[in-house]
């Protein structure tokens, strides 16, 4: 079972029709969940304290969320990017050895708290590129599919 936790809503229309389609092709190949925590408000006139705080909150509200046995793959600007042959080997491997609950993290638009850093298995660096990370969540779905496409030596990875 894959399961991504993201902080806040989808806003708009079509991310949430790409979100929906993606979700409805990864049913032939896994359960997958899309869990949404709240998100904090957080103006720009946010002191850094205040920041952390936002963070905080966010991060008891993911942290709520990961279950014990999962494997947990967090989105992070500090971690290390893949291929998409890279990322299908890595989940590839991980089903192999009977990891198959695993949660993708993706926090709001400050980052994430040092608490829910510290439970991740692994840290991925989607792209060196800043991306919404609303957006974020399409390109993370996008790529879960293609590793199942990549792994079962069906067409769509060119």
Known sequence: MIRLICVG???????????????KRLKAYDKI????????????SNSDAQNEQVKSE???????????????ILLDLKGKCWTSIEMAAHLQNLYDY???????????????????IKRADYRWKISDETFPHQLCRL???????????????EPYHK
């Open 9 to 23: 809503k989808l806003k708009e229309k079509w991310m949430r029709m790409g979100m929906d389609e993606y979700l």
């Open 139 to 153: 390109l993370v779905i996008e790529q879960i599919y293609r590793s199942f496409r990549i792994n079962r030596n």
């Open 58 to 72: 966010e991060g008891k509200r993911i942290l709520r969320q990961i279950r014990e046995d999962e494997y947990v």
């Open 33 to 44: 969940e899309m869990i949404e925590v709240e998100d904090e408000h957080a103006p720009e």
């Open 98 to 116: 009977g990891k198959n609950k695993i949660a993708f993290v993706i926090g709001g638009s400050l980052g994430l708290s040092q608490d829910v």
